[in-house]
Every structure is written in C-alpha cells, then in structure tokens.
C-alpha cells in the first residue's frame, strides 16, 4: 500500500504579509551591503549551455537569494527552481522565494521527497536551475544529506557550491543559526 499524498501548507494571510514586510526590510537591508561576487571557473557562462544544481547551507539563504537575483540570473539568463519544505514555515519561505523570482518545489527529505525530485527533474527539462540545501530541512548544520546527491543523480547535472559569508551579521537562535548580513 501506497503513502497517502502529502499536501504541503499554504501560507496563511499573516505569514504571506510578514513576508511581504521582510521582503521589503531585506531590500533595504540590502542597500547597506558591499558585496564581491567570483566566478573563478566560469561555471556562471557554462549555465547559458546547462542548468547547474546550486546549493547553499541552509543558514545562508539570505544571501544566495541576493546572489541568485543581482549575479546568477543576469549572467546565465536562467530561472531558478528551489526546494522547499512543505511544512508551515515551508510555506512562508515560498513567499519571500516567488518575490526573489524564484520558483519554489515543496517536498524535503522527510515530506514529499521524491514528487520534489520529480518536479525539480521537470523544471531542469524547461531551463532552469535548481537550487537546493544539502544540510536538509533540519540539520544537522553543514552536514550534506543525501537529497542533493539525488538530485544530481537523477538530473545528471553538475553541483555548483555558492559560498556566501559577511563580517558582520545577526545569528538566531535556530538549529542552523540562521545568518542575516
């Protein structure tokens, strides 16, 4: 017998205008950044040819959605597709990610992970990147899991790493310890 289907959370009126807010606060905050973006292996002019797979722990999506935005997609001319978790703060993530432009997949290596596979698979096949973290939804921090390996194997694209780090920055109290520039 087959799992029943796992319907990710909708994004509830309050989380959708939190983050349109933060979206809003993030960029501002933006604006106070100085930031130096390098491609040393031209893996950015390869991405015109080839969808790559880029990942990013997850305590630095702040910065990959800015770097994805002001130098990924201008040079590769590539939408992105990224990997989100179907649970509720899932749902809030999807939100600020559709006003960065990016197009987000629900499904995590606990809920949905292989139909998340399969649609990451068929984005690739339209012309995007995909873009996901390898330290999963819930950690542990900077430990890859197996849902990028898969991904990789399945759509036989390469893994491009995006390191992002600042010298100033605002750390949560989460498991990832979450990194706000």
Known sequence: MSDPAVIPNKASLGQRLVAKVLYILLRLM??????????????????????????V??????????????????????????????????????????????????????????????????QMKSGLHLAITPDGPRGPCYEIQDGILSLAHVTGLPIIPLGCASKRKFRFKSWDRFQLP
């Open 57 to 122: 722990w997850h305590n630095r999506l702040a910065y990959a959605m800015y770097a994805y935005r002001d130098s990924i997609k201008p040079v590769s001319g590539r939408r992105l597709a990224a990997m989100v978790s179907a649970s509720k703060d899932g749902a809030f993530l999807v939100e600020i990610l559709r006003a960065f432009d990016i197009e987000p997949v629900r499904g995590s290596t606990s809920r949905r992970g292989r139909q998340a596979l399969l649609e990451l698979s068929r």
């Open 30 to 55: 933006r604006l106070t950044w100085r930031v130096r973006f390098s491609d040393p292996h031209g893996s950015l002019e390869a991405g015109r040819d080839k969808p790559f797979i880029i990942c």
